[in-house]
């Protein structure tokens, strides 16, 4: 619900005010006595209501320069000590308590404190000269001194927020880029590595003139180039916050192996659903490198507060291969699970090897 208030709106609101304020003290000022009119005194009155109002009404829109300001404030603090005179009392104080207001929000502190001294000092003397009760000159020097004290304390708040709000967002951004970084880095290591190999094999071929084999191998390094650019788009993809289609691109990555589903899918975040799919991926790749041809099976399932994927390999298996590497790591996985705000484990079985994954969602 607080969605809609917004600093540019919050400024428009107090502006409002002010001008509603300053609408009820005109007309409180010409019901006061004496009463402003056109002659004598009333005169001189109605002219300074009107002088009063003009740089009330200037200095809270902030019409003109920027360094008008302060005159905007003074004339409006000198003319509300003036009408006091010209009342001898009454409420017209309340311009230059609206002048002191206007000044410790928008000019700087200094010159705030400035003018409030000054506003303070002629007010409470004027009061005191007209022989006012000694408690009347101590509330109007008293409440120009408190409203200074306000208003600081609300530009420190305020610039602590906005400090505040800076450093989180210089936070988020570093995450970003490390996030960005690692995607990246996870990417290319991967496509990269097993492209290396598959050139590195294909050289050795064409070296003993096998070239009807050195043509397969370089056949399959342009399908690992391909597989590597539609990695980079689906990583680019999940990281402008597109959900992750994860339960097709599982069935794509265990083409050739067992995979079940349990449970309704449905979309996930786009950090989630990438963390687990990298899961998937290294937990395969690990299967090819260090157990060759055992069987493998894929489960993802769908809870009702969480993701759960497991990947485990049983039985024979042939000899560990070599060359093979995914760029992601089991301990990199695990930040990344942990960094999404799931749990991530990795360990022999019986038979085989089981990574397990739950991630909420």
Not at 136 to 154: D, F, P, S
Request: charge should be neutral; aromatic fraction near 4%; glycine fraction near 10%.
């Amino acid at each position: 619900m607080f969605e809609f208030v917004t600093p540019q709106r919050l400024y428009r609101y107090r502006q409002l005010r002010s001008l509603v304020i300053l609408v009820i003290l005109t007309v409180a000022m010409f019901q006061d006595d004496p009463r402003p009119g056109t002659s004598g005194r009333g005169l001189v009155l109605l002219c300074g209501v009107v002088l009063a109002a003009s740089a009330w009404v200037a200095m809270t829109l902030r019409v003109g320069a920027p360094r008008w300001q302060p005159y905007t404030v003074g004339a409006c603090m000198v003319v509300g000590v003036a009408l006091t005179v010209a009342q001898h009392g009454g409420i017209a104080g309340c311009y230059a308590l609206a002048a002191v207001t206007v000044a410790t929000a928008s000019l700087p502190f200094r010159t705030a404190a400035i003018m409030t001294g000054t506003g303070a000092v002629l007010l409470a003397g004027t009061h005191a000269i007209l022989g006012a009760p000694l408690e009347t000159v101590v509330i109007w020097a008293g409440a120009m001194l408190l409203i200074l004290l306000l208003g600081t304390i609300r530009r420190e708040r305020t610039a602590s927020a906005a400090a505040l709000a800076d450093e989180q967002a210089k936070a988020a951004a570093l995450a970003e880029r490390a996030r960005l970084a690692r995607e990246i880095h996870d990417v290319l290591a991967h496509s990269l590595s097993a492209l290396s190999l598959q050139l590195e094999t294909a050289a050795a071929l064409l070296e003993r003139d096998r070239a009807a084999d050195a043509a397969v191998i370089v056949d399959r390094a342009g399908r690992l180039a391909r597989d590597g650019l539609t990695e980079t788009r689906r990583a680019v993809s999940a990281l402008r916050g597109d959900p992750v289609p994860l339960p097709e691109l599982l069935r794509e990555l265990t083409a050739d192996h067992e995979f079940s589903l349990v449970g309704a899918p449905r979309d996930l975040g786009a950090e989630t659903g990438l963390a687990l799919y990298r899961t998937a991926q290294e937990a395969l790749t690990n299967v090819r490198k260090h157990a060759p041809g055992s069987a493998v099976a894929v489960r993802l399932e769908y809870g009702a507060s969480d993701v759960r994927l497991s990947v485990r390999n049983s039985g024979p298996a042939g000899p560990p291969t070599t060359g093979l590497s995914s760029g992601y790591g089991l301990t990199g996985l695990r930040e990344r699970a942990e960094l999404a705000g799931g749990t991530f484990a990795a360990g022999p079985t019986e038979d085989g090897w089981l990574v397990d994954v739950k991630m909420p969602g």
